[in-house]
């Protein structure tokens, strides 16, 4: 370095950590910027968030943005407190779901201890071990995705519970879920990001055991996934810890205040959400018509088999060539899969249309 | 855990990782619910955000907000690769620059190496190795917190140089620091919080050496401390390591959008920063002139000693009791001090008012 004035990238790569140079990120979805595109591939919700969230974006004064913002984010969580009839205290707001559970790897989690999660499951809980140099459990779930209990006996410190679970969109039995809760000596995030579509909750587990956290996302049923807003839910404990680690001002003041207009329209999220599973539900029963494989979704979004002789890359492809982006994933248990998120009804009767072509064209 | 229904904090305690649990996490400056306090505290702007800044709020649709925001905040990269005349692979950007920081004690440091800061300095440095669990050297500014070359066989592999420092106001000699980068082995993270106010930045160094790399905020001279912004300028080599680990979508859509809105407004950022910079300087020969010992700031705030027979904690409750918020620090070194934040002309005027009339009552 002495000699080399000149930025000479081989050696600020040796100034980069050992663990962190050759890691892969995490990959988020495509965000095209074409905009003629029919977006399914990032689960975003296709109907835009409440009014009273434009209208609190609309009260924005040039003193919000001056100031330094509440740095516990105490008016969102008093909402949210109020909302799910849980202390203050038991309460957390994060940038995002993301930010809450990278925090967790770093507030549960002595060195040397391991980080569990089911397989297949959100592809970030690998990256988040990774950066907290955490060796992993893989608990690889049973036939057609089933829940397989974790072991209890095996080192680790923490739990990712994905539930409904993605990228498969179903939910696991409860009964299971808390039995595991009980005899688990780590803690049990459930990352409930698609709670809101789905028949039931886990808040009472939360309520019941101490080990217990929830987290969940404004992203998907409040439409705000610009917005980065997540929230966790557990024991004053956990929550104090992860307290003590975030960012001073991990929330800006724009985020908080349209997370409590958002939170504050229950009715209008609710509405929202019935009208996706009502396309869903329909869009199920046309895509089985079609040959396809499906599993009984409780998100916002369907994973589904081709029918046999149309592989889920070529389908993924030929959707693409026709200006519809649905997501696929080449892990191999994965790959013969597709994920398609709910958007519009139109957004689906097109699919459904491009579907009718390509398996025309298939037969050809 | 199997038998304890309700919520057992004792139990959730022993959940958390040990250097968590009776850590002190980083304290903010108060953030005053009552409204009628002139607020010296934080080292706000007390100027608006440029115009262009609300525009850019007014223009956000729903739309969106529902999409999930570009997640290397491109857009934003490629404004500030402009204006500063650097590759776009060597720009990152941070929800906040105190998320820069906390990245950097995750990307750049192995595990048993050292995490470098002079004392007195920003006060998060320390919090956040103890969050990374690294142990620290801590190098002690010489007489009248000047300059002091820090050791090179300490163990590091991370320096915290702020430049200008805080919470002293004052900028370090331009050839030591340099000659520090040149000779360190590990990464000097220069934290340029403060530094539009400044005489001199420390660009040139993050061009001449690959081990260095800035970082600044939105908060002080863009009038943005409630949107938390910050941005890193360094070798590719180290900026593609904060990507790597950095949560997936850290920086919001509003975030985003109106810091590209702010950071093309130079003008107005200049204008605003001249006169803070102008009663800066009244202000500084009006306590003189008073009896203070001050320092020479290229801050927006000034770091000062009452008059003998005034402490700095009296001081600063007095003014507390005539609605002006200014900061003191307990540390033994930093307890003889006050740090006030330049405020609007007639927010000095009403501290010099005040301070007058406290002065008044000690001779009574």
């Known amino acids: 370095m002495l000699t080399d004035k000149i930025k000479p990238d081989t050696a600020a790569l040796s100034l980069i950590r050992e663990g962190v140079r050759h890691m892969q990120g995490y990959v988020p979805g495509e965000q095209p910027i074409q905009t003629d595109l029919i977006k399914l591939n990032t689960n975003e919700n296709p109907y835009p968030p409440s ?4 209208e609190a974006l609309r009260a924005i004064t040039s003193d919000a943005l001056r100031r330094y913002p509440p740095p516990m984010s105490q008016p969102l969580r008093t909402c949210i407190a109020e909302i799910y009839d849980v202390p203050v205290s038991g309460v957390f707001c994060g940038n995002g779901s993301d930010e809450i559970l990278a925090l967790c790897t770093r507030a549960y989690v002595e060195k040397g201890r391991k980080i569990g999660y089911f397989d297949p499951s959100y592809s970030l809980y690998p ?11 893989e608990v690889t779930l049973g036939d057609r995705f089933s829940w397989v209990d974790p072991p209890l ?21 409860m009964d299971r879920i808390a039995l595991f809760c009980e005899r688990f000596d780590g803690v049990v995030l459930i990352d409930e990001a698609y709670v ?26 409040y439409s705000l996934a610009g917005l980065r807003v997540g929230y966790a ?19 800006d003041i724009v ?40 599993y009984p979704s409780e998100t916002n979004f369907v994973w589904c088999k081709p029918p046999s002789g ?38 689906m009767e097109q699919l459904l249309r491009e579907t009718d072509a390509i398996l025309e064209e298939k037969h050809d």
Chains 1, 2 share one sequence.
């Open 51 to 54: 009014p009273a969230v434009l």
């Open 127 to 137: 990256v988040l071990a990774s950066i907290a140099e955490s060796d992993t459990v």
């Open 153 to 173: 006996d095996a080192g680790m410190d923490l739990f990712f519970l994905t539930n409904p679970n993605a990228p498969t969109g179903m939910r696991f039995p």
């Open 196 to 221: 809101d579509f789905a028949e039931e909750d886990c808040l009472t587990l939360c309520r019941r055991y101490a080990n217990v956290i929830l987290s969940r996302s404004l992203s998907k049923s």
């Open 233 to 251: 839910i557990g024991s004053p404990a956990l929550i104090q810890a992860l307290d003590t680690i975030k960012d001073s001002y991990n929330l």
């Open 255 to 294: 985020a908080q205040r349209l997370a409590v207009a958002a939170l504050t329209d229950q009715a209008y999220m609710q509405n929202g959400v019935r009208r996706i599973r009502k396309t869903r539900a329909w869009f199920e029963k046309e895509m089985i018509a079609r040959g396809f494989a499906l």
């Open 310 to 347: 149309l592989s889920a890359p070529l389908y993924v492809e030929a959707l693409r060539l026709r200006n519809i982006l649905v997501r696929h994933f080449t892990a191999e248990r994965l790959a013969p899969f597709v994920r398609i998120t709910i958007g519009l009804d139109t957004h």
